[in-house]
């Protein structure tokens, strides 16, 4: 378990599972993971959750320069011992649900590109998402480590969609890099984990005419994700259902379909229809 246990008992630390403390550990994983960030002296990493600085260290070798956020102040102040010798990385104690990425990577950034390498505690792995993929400086590139099951739903096709697969995709292509078993964290948790790439091209991917009008229908859709697609907006959109159903039919979507069997192009297809036929949304 490379360093991990000895650190944890040199510094007198217990994990906290309420922070979702498990310490990857095996270097062909990290290794991995770097491979998948493909950095170079150029690059500004923002990592979340940095732990004990395994992976740290490992940014730090290949980035020109890693900033880390750590909630729990225990470890920021084992971080800032055991990577004192690295001088392109800076750690900071903070909720990054509570930070502006932005003002975070400001005085390192020539443009407004860097890259997230991380991997996510898993009990904020969807608000991270959320809070990253909807800043007004978007990253270019993001590789985290996330549990399996939830991997498998952010790179789901349509068919098996859900918020969160439709949520990221519409910033960005996800895809599974690597799989990581559970023994290659300490302490080990319940299940494996999976590594996703999610390249982003600095503007959603699909056409709207309002992002937050396009979520809103979403999240209406799968609100009631068991009845079909017409009944489900209807309902939690206060519309009337021949209203809806028009709408979807002009864009081209089967009105008896459910929520979860729509891509991203067909999601932004109703959304702009039910914009551009005034139809409007409660608030």
Known sequence: MMDVRRLLKEFDIQPRKSLGQNFLADQRALERIVEAAELGPGDIVLEIGPGLGTLTRCLAAGAGWVVAIELDQRLVEVLKQTLADLPNVEIIHGDILELNPADLLERQMASFQYKVVSNLPYYITSAVLRHLLTAKVRPKLMIVTVQLEVARRIT????????????????????????????????????DSAVIR????????????????????????????????????????????????QALSRAGVDPKRRAQTLGIEEWAKVCNEMQSRGISQKD
Do not use: C, T
């Open 156 to 191: 789901a096709e349509p068919g098996d969609m859900s918020l969160l697969a439709v949520s990221v995709q519409f910033y960005g292509r996800p895809r599974i890099v690597a799989r990581i078993k559970a023994s290659a964290f300490y302490p080990s948790p319940q299940v």
């Open 198 to 245: 999610i390249d982003l091209d600095g503007r959603p991917l699909v056409e709207v005419d309002d992002a937050d009008s396009f979520f809103k229908v979403v999240r209406a859709g799968f609100a009631q994700r068991r009845k079909q697609l017409r009944n489900a907006l209807a309902a939690e959109l206060a519309l009337p259902a021949s209203e809806v159903a």
